[in-house]
């Protein structure tokens, strides 16, 4: 059922579901995973999502008008997300069910709230927390160190699913976390 157009580039993910449909030019980056439903639309410009990234069930991922789709490195693009010709920095967490519109550029090591409208063109530092509809910065912390344990936990639970395991040991995943890295 699965779609993976000839302008798709995967640069060794850790998993990409059998139900995404990538169309268009595409680069997944290594560790990376792409989950159930997944739906990604390239047809100008591009779609780039960064080493160890997770885009998680039900996301869409589009270009914009006259911008490509950039995701960073060590994020997680949680369930429900819809990224239309943005840039997102590295270690970034986008919260369940969040809009993030053309133009829309966000600092790395920031998350952006659960149901958030971020509007075209706005522009938000490293360390945001960014929340509403319409979103605004509502408080800045470093979440970097917390944004990329939750992409590890995708990278490890990534490389099980590519095996059929659908679990994630405890102390497997307390070890990458100690190590930094799956």
């Known amino acids: 059922m699965a779609h993976i157009g000839p302008s798709v580039t995967l640069d060794d993910p850790a998993f990409v579901h059998e139900s995404a449909l990538l169309y268009g030019k ?8 792409i989950w159930p439903n997944v739906v ?10 960064g080493a160890r990234s997770n885009i998680q069930d039900f996301v869409m991922v589009h270009i914009g008008f006259d911008t490509p789709t950039i995701v ?7 369930h ?17 069910n969040a809009t993030i519109m053309d133009g829309v550029k966000i600092g790395a ?4 709230a659960g149901q958030s409208i971020v509007t075209e063109g706005s522009e938000f530092p490293e360390n945001s927390i960014i929340a509403g509809s319409p979103a605004r910065l ?3 912390r470093d979440n970097g160190a917390a944004n990329r344990g939750n992409a590890i936990f995708y990278e490890l ?3 099980n699913y590519a095996k059929g395991v659908d679990r994630v040991d405890p102390a497997e995943f307390k070890a990458a ?3 930094g890295h799956v």
């Open 40 to 49: 990604m639309r390239s047809e100008m410009f591009e779609i780039r999502i």
């Open 138 to 140: 509502v408080k800045t």
């Open 157 to 159: 639970n990534a490389r």
């Open 26 to 33: 595409i680069y997944i980056g290594p560790g990376a995973s």
């Open 109 to 112: 090591n920031s998350i952006v």
């Open 80 to 96: 429900h997300v819809t990224l239309h010709g943005c840039e997102i920095g590295d270690r970034c967490l986008i919260g369940i």
């Open 72 to 78: 960073g490195e060590d994020c997680s693009i949680t």
């Open 177 to 179: 976390l100690e190590r």
